[in-house]
């Protein structure tokens, strides 16, 4: 079932090699480890640029999304089988 969420969460990062990669995020009451970041991408919106991870775990996909000018994380998407 795909679902747009569109809702601020808290994420915890790992830096490797200047690079961001999200491991465990929480939603709500809930937390969820991130078994895999499985794409990465961004764009520009304005000033902002945007960056974009398409990441899963064991039961769900997720897209999250980091805004650099707002040093905030929105869970953008969530698909689950």
Known sequence: MYSKINEKIEVLC???KNKSLPLYFRWGEKKYKVDKVNLVHSMRRGRDKLYFYSVS???NFFKLCF???KNQWMLVERFCQ
Do not use: C, F
């Open 67 to 69: 805004d650099t000018e």
């Open 14 to 16: 790992a830096y490797v």
């Open 57 to 59: 775990n064991k039961d």
